[in-house]
């Protein structure tokens, strides 16, 4: 018997809402939200396009990811007064 494969319904909540607005992250979790929300526009477009389109996608999901979040500076090393200079 065969099994019938069905596409996967992209949830609508992954691409029109955003993280909680203010919510803050640091360099992996950013990175991986980025590439998450480029997926599912890359998705919509029905993964059709160029290398011109996987851009845009990219850096679309970037500015999307950045108003919806507050980026956590690095950690610097103890005694390291060259931020407050």
Partial sequence: ???????????????????????????DMRQSMIAEAAYYRAERRGFCGNADDRLNDWLEAEAQI????????????????????
């Fill in 1 to 27: 018997m065969k099994t019938r494969r069905t596409s996967r319904k992209t949830p609508d909540t992954a691409i029109t809402a955003p993280p909680q607005a203010g919510a803050t992250c640091c360099g």
């Fill in 66 to 85: 950045a108003r919806a979040t507050v980026v956590q500076p690095e950690s610097s090393s103890p005694g390291d007064d060259s931020q407050t200079r």
